[in-house]
């Protein structure tokens, strides 16, 4: 029994890093072809049919390219940002179930790395912690605006956790767990949460772009400066790493909303499951979405937008969960 | 024989951690090996199946360390070494007494373990969170009101001391209003001289 656990446990492990840093790959050229057709361009066209093989063009330039550590920087923390970026997003997925449960032969496998039983509160803690990569990056890199960038970063993160968590709280109240799995069986039986709690919804999806930092909340590596704000520095595949983890959140944050608002994989029967996959490919591209049709906020508006609008917004939805549900 | 493996393993990181806090001269480090020393603690916090808390001690502290970030950025250049001023010898001599009779009576406590009893025991079939909440709100009813609010007092004090003077914004004013306004001003200071 323990060996088994020990090696299903591995192979997910690995199944989930490969299969989700390949979609961070894929995910770039969905971003460049979606945005390229919103502003009737082509985009990537040249390498391989379609421009498919401009994925792998990119992961060979990213490999290859030299490494460079500025002088003046401070190397530890420069060198360390960009794995903290990927590796907590990584982190997150292990309260994740992606699938429901199935059988291969007789033996019962679980496409969730570990049920633990706060699983929601685990992967904002954990998502959260991938702000410290930007930020880190941009303090460590000896540039001016590099820092104005961690300083942005650092806004984003005092602005949206408490969006995020007490947007999650009335939900949380309904079902009793913070288990993804209990949200997924509880609207399985009693319906979308959606339904119910659209006012939620609402608030962690609009959370969710600042934590994934995505337009219109982009202003952590702020476009408009025309270089890379905490990326500045940066070069190959430490910069890479940053972007893998970005599209990596991109990605479970796309599964975790629907887990938690719209029904998850329901009865967890195959067609549930091509439904969820369905839904979170339609928050993935409602990221590009947005990214091609808003342009981003200053971070004043960011902290007002949050602190000001959406938390009393939150509070009053909490406080009204709470009346009706006694 | 992984909670030994983890245990030792997260035992050594945190001491490393928070080693690294205390001696170095380098903001950036002091601050990055306070954040990690304090996420890797959850680990103990999951490892004894208190989940709930560990999440929590993540949530929490990734935060309140990201507001002493804000503060070394503002203060110093956080990529240069920084020259302590030596205080007060006594502090450090008092402060390593006291850290010697903790680590003294750490290890002597498993003698006393024996007579401990659980007040509040494990509840069959409640979650983690639930148990914190239930001894929340019976035995802990009244400190917990009281830190509500305290931290509602901190809060009300911080909004007024942080709003004082902020009723113009400068982004919402034109050129010739600010100029207005710093002429007032520089007249004002001028009167009182």
């Known amino acids: 029994m323990e060996t088994a656990y020990l090696i299903e446990t591995v192979i997910k492990i690995v199944i989930i890093l490969l299969v989700f840093s390949a ?16 502003s009737r361009r082509l985009g990537p066209m040249n390498v391989g049919p379609y421009g498919l093989l401009q994925i792998a063009a990119d992961g060979i330039k990213l490999f290859t390219k030299e490494d460079i550590i500025p002088t003046n920087v401070v190397g530890r923390i420069f060198k360390i940002a960009p794995v903290i970026t990927a590796a907590t997003a ?10 429901p449960a199935f059988t291969i032969g007789s033996y019962e496998v679980n496409p969730i790395v570990s049920d633990i039983n706060i699983g929601i509160l685990y992967i904002l803690g954990v998502m959260g912690i991938g702000l410290y990569g930007p930020l880190l990056g941009g303090m460590a890199s000896a540039n001016k605006f590099s820092l104005l960038s961690a300083a942005r970063s650092a806004a984003v993160f ?8 007490l947007s999650i709280l009335a939900p949380i109240m309904i079902v009793g767990s913070l288990s993804l799995i209990d949200f997924n069986n509880y609207q399985a039986t009693h319906g979308w949460l959606v339904f119910s709690q659209p006012v939620a919804f609402i608030l962690f999806w609009i959370a969710a772009f600042a934590e994934t930092g995505r337009t219109p909340f982009h202003l952590v590596a702020n476009d408009h400066e025309i270089i890379d704000g905490f990326g500045t520095e940066y070069s190959g595949m430490r910069w890479g790493l940053f972007f893998i983890g970005e599209y990596a959140n991109m990605f479970f944050i796309s599964f975790v909303i629907p887990l938690l608002f719209l029904g998850g994989f329901g009865d967890g029967s195959v067609m549930g499951a091509f439904a969820f996959l369905g839904k979170m490919a339609f928050f993935f591209f409602f990221f590009l979405w947005t990214r091609a049709a808003w342009p981003d906020v200053r971070p004043d508006q960011l902290m007002m937008l949050c ?8 509070v009053i939805n909490i406080v009204i969960t709470g009346i009706v549900m006694m | ?40 603690i959850s ?11 560990g999440a929590v001690q993540i949530v929490v502290y990734s935060g309140a360390v990201m507001a002493l970030y ?41 003698i006393l373990s024996n007579n401990i009893t659980a007040l509040y025991p494990m509840v069959e079939g409640a979650g983690n969170t639930q148990e914190v909440g239930m001894v929340l709100f019976t035995k802990y009813l009244v400190p917990f009101e009281v830190a509500a609010i305290m931290l ?20 919402l004013m034109t050129e010739a209003e600010i100029k207005d306004m710093r002429k007032q001003k520089a007249n004002k200071t001028k009167e009182i001289v």
């Open chain 1, 23 to 38: 979609l961070a790959g894929f995910g770039t050229y969905f971003e460049r072809k979606i945005l390229a057709f919103m």
């Open chain 1, 90 to 99: 990584f982190m997150a997925a292990a309260a994740i179930p992606f699938l």
């Open chain 1, 158 to 165: 005092i602005s949206y956790e408490v969006v995020t968590g």
């Open chain 1, 307 to 314: 602190w000001k609008i959406l938390m009393p917004i939150a």
């Open chain 2, 1 to 40: 024989m992984f909670e030994a493996i983890a245990f030792y393993l997260f035992a050594f990181l945190t001491i490393a951690m928070f080693y690294i806090t205390v001696t170095t001269s380098q903001a950036l480090y002091a601050l990055t090996a306070l954040a990690a020393g304090m996420i890797f």
């Open chain 2, 43 to 53: 680990a103990f916090f999951f490892i004894l199946g208190a989940d709930f808390l």
């Open chain 2, 70 to 110: 804000s503060f070394g950025m503002m203060f110093f250049d956080t990529t240069r070494e920084l020259h302590e001023k030596q205080g007060n010898k006594y502090i450090v001599v008092g402060l390593a007494t006291i850290a010697a009779v903790l680590v003294v009576l750490i290890f002597s406590a498993p």
């Open chain 2, 152 to 171: 509602l007092v901190a809060m009300i004090a911080g909004i007024v001391l942080a709003g004082k003077k902020m009723d113009a914004s400068l982004t």
